[in-house]
């Protein structure tokens, strides 16, 4: 025992005197686990300031790196065109929604000019899995064509939804590989998402191939369903209503450091009442519940994921990225909304309650509900706008990174600009891959994307401009300025080192840096199919 104490001594001597490096060197052929949540705001997890329980994540951000200038397209369907394919979604053809308007940026099709991060690296003996959301082409019929369906487009093993949203219970377009095939059992699908996934890490452990594992929660996106005893552990927790939880978040996120304490707290959106003078507490309490329930459940099985690599001895050279699709949702759920997503009974043949109607609390299948344009508000704290936007309220995603074997020392912040696109060049950098001119016979167009990795190991990057477009909002910053604009209004200029809540409007201040950042976004909308919104 004294010389197994005197082992022990020894030890925390010589690491005291030496203590480890922040980052070690990349180690060859990560395994990458890519996991997205879908419409959740910038100040929704516990490591940017919120009150919502997400204890595995949070791990995650203790081990590893926080992002606080990171960003996404503003809308769900662009974002995962861009992250799969390092480049702007125009150019991967997937510049608004599922529609095609029979223009380059806007089939609703991944083009065959990109190439995904699965596709490269199946190529250097990755293993390639995907679970949860696809929602990167227009055909979902299961008749249909499926040359863009995951199978096709470089991912071994698939399980999940080629749609977009839709209930959680009995999610449409559900499939594994390339078959439809509906809920069995107790079903929930962030539950089925997650336990998916670590049944394809428990099967690429059999090889001694390296892996890829993108997860695409479809959580917390509407509609609000969640179970019951996710639901019962937030009871009460938001009677102090909208403006004490952006104020408690706001202070929680300057204390962290995720933002300035010079950047004030954005007014209240005009459409929002102050709480006091609000009708129907109990219901509007229920929805942000729900909200949080969901965010809550997706966390659990973030740790059922990190606990199976741990389980197969994968852990330490895991690349793990967690990130938001974009910002939180203000959409209100009407009650003549029809669609795809949307179901018409239940599994059990129960009618499906449509709209956001006070006298119906949200949270079982057979309601169809959103938390709106308040609760959305307090998500993006301190944030102008929402999904949709590309003021830093639809666009800023919290990006939190781990890699134990590279990152020896966690917990701090990154406050360098990177976009979704990087993420591309950041993962075939990891894994000593060359992105292609050419795959599969057919030309590939450059990526738009800079690899983080200089970030991950300790180093320093200066991003050259980033630029956005939806739905006719447009966006370019560059270093600290940010031009952006809300469709149909004019430019406004914003310093984001000073003021990255953009409360002071700088455009008429500086008219020569509004002209050269507006030729600056003309000249990148030329170049990548992006056209006039009318």
Known sequence: ????????????????????ALFAAATDQPDIVLIMADDMGFSDLGCYGSEIWTPNIDALAKGGLRFTQFYNTARCCPTRAALLTGLYPHQAGVGHMMDDWQKPGYRGNLNQECVTIAEVLSTAGYQTFLC?????????????????????????????????????FDPVTLCRDNEFVGPTGDFYYTEAISEHA?????????????????????APHWPLHARDTDIARYRGRYAMGWDELRIRRHKEMIRQGIVDAKWPL????????????????????????????????????VGRILEKLEQVGRRDNALV?????????????????????????????RGVMVGNNPSIMPGPEETYQSYGVPWANASNTPFRLYKHWVHEGGIATPLVVSWPAVIRQGGRLVHEPGHVVDLMATCLDAAHVSYPTIFAGRDVLPTA?????????GGTRRRGPIFWEHEGNRAVRDGNWKLVSRHPGSWELYDLEADRTEMNDLAGQFPAIVGQMAKMYDDWAARSNVLPWK
């Open 1 to 20: 025992m004294a010389a197994r104490l005197a082992f022990v001594l020894l030890l925390f001597i010589s690491f005291s005197a030496f203590p480890p």
């Open 132 to 168: 949860g959301k696809w929602h990167v082409t227009r055909h979902t019929d299961s008749a249909g064509p499926k040359f863009n369906w995951p199978l096709e487009r470089g991912f071994q093993r698939f399980f999940g939804t080629i749609h977009g949203g839709g209930s959680y």
């Open 198 to 218: 670590a049944e394809y890490i428990q099967y690429a452990a059999r090889s001694r191939q390296p892996l890829f594992l993108y997860v695409a929660y479809t």
């Open 266 to 301: 954005t007014s209240r959106d005009a459409r929002v009442l102050p709480w006091a003078e609000v009708a129907y507490k109990p219901w509007h309490q229920r929805r942000m519940e729900v909200y949080a329930a969901q965010i809550d459940n997706m966390d659990r099985g």
């Open 321 to 349: 990225f967690f990130l938001a699709d974009n910002g939180g949702c203000a959409e209100e759920i009407l009650s003549n909304w029809k669609g795809l997503h949307i179901p018409e009974k239940t599994g059990d043949g």
């Open 449 to 457: 994307g800079e690899s983080l990795m200089p970030l991950l190991t």
